[in-house]
């Protein structure tokens, strides 16, 4: 029985595992949308989703002053989410662009589009994963004119 088991395991082992999660999720990150199995995607969007809290969380206490004296940005949860986000561009981007976005969203930041594809190697069965905010948004457009020259 799997009462209360919600680790999927994708037939790897824990470090094996962490490790797919954590390339899949800088991937995700830095490229708003990505194609992966559907069990790849499934396994991914509450490892990112709660990435995407946690820094939402710290640009909140940022922008309200809640970080100790002298302090600018919240480098405690910056180095924690350095753990998993292993590359500082994709980081910077959490942080940057992603955070401040998602601020007024509850939760809800990616989306699993099933596709019609099948894997040719072993017919595994292939789906979108992607932002829900950067539905529009070209691959790699941070700043809002970048977003604005790829939607016209």
């Known amino acids: 029985m799997r009462h209360r088991d919600k680790v999927q395991k994708l037939k790897r082992t824990r470090s094996h595992r962490k490790a797919l999660l954590c390339h899949l999720a800088t991937a995700l990150i830095t490229h708003k949308r990505i ?3 559907e069990a790849k995607a499934k396994a991914l969007r509450p490892f990112v989703e709660r990435l995407i809290t946690r820094a939402k969380k710290a640009v909140l206490r940022e ?3 809640q970080l100790p004296a002298g302090w600018t940005v919240d480098l405690h949860a910056r180095r924690f989410l350095a753990r998993f986000i292993r590359d500082k561009k994709a980081l910077q981007e959490l942080f940057g662009a992603i955070a401040p976005k998602v601020l007024e969203r509850p939760g809800g ?3 699993i589009i099933k596709l019609s594809l099948y894997r040719r190697g072993d017919a595994a069965r292939m789906a979108l994963i992607e932002l829900v905010d950067w539905t529009g948004v070209q ?3 941070t700043t809002e004119e970048q977003q604005t020259a790829a939607a016209s």
């Open 63 to 65: 922008q309200s002053g």
């Open 109 to 111: 930041y990616t989306r």
């Open 35 to 37: 194609i992966t199995t």
């Open 139 to 141: 691959e790699g457009a």
